[in-house]
């Protein structure tokens, strides 16, 4: 009895200790052009300058909005960032279903380097703003990649 108490106890601290850990997390955007006769531009997008959101976080407490530093909303603009071009996937001719295998393997490319340095895979999200008939032309799909490892 008092084996299977203490085993009890360490698996209990063990469960504690893993979801007390911390992570850090990190955004990768790709950006495909919908755009026909390959006019768009898609990329892959990496902030290499992070910046705290706090310091553009107001909060409103009774109907007021509480004091900011005097921070300007084009001070959020990251000025290092990396990106890798990815092809349209649209053509002259329409869909190029060359181009789309060609950015899955970019993108995957991408996501093996985020692994080599220890992230994982959290969530992925996408969204379309598409054509929305004659006359427009234009269009994006957009993809976020949230990738996680733990704080070093």
Do not use: W
Not at 2 to 22: N, R, T, V
Not at 75 to 88: R, Y
Not at 143 to 152: H, M
């Amino acid at each position: 009895m008092k084996k299977l108490l203490l085993l009890f106890i360490i698996a209990c601290g063990l469960f504690i200790d893993a979801s007390a850990q911390s992570y850090e997390y990190k955004v990768i955007t790709t950006v495909e052009s919908i755009v026909p006769m390959g006019i768009g531009r898609s990329r892959i997008i990496e902030e290499k300058s992070p910046i705290d959101a706090k310091a553009f976080t107001t909060e409103r407490t009774d109907g007021k909005k509480s004091k900011q530093k005097d921070v300007k909303r084009s001070d959020a603009k990251v000025s290092l960032f990396a990106e890798t071009k990815l092809l349209n996937f649209y053509s002259i001719a329409g869909i190029n279903f060359q181009n789309i295998a060609s950015n899955d393997a970019l993108i995957s490319s991408k996501i093996n380097s985020m692994v080599e340095q220890g992230f994982e895979l959290a969530f992925v999200t996408s969204g379309v703003e598409s054509d929305s008939g004659k006359g427009d032309g234009k269009g994006i799909f957009i993809t976020r990649f949230i990738f996680k490892r733990l704080k070093q």
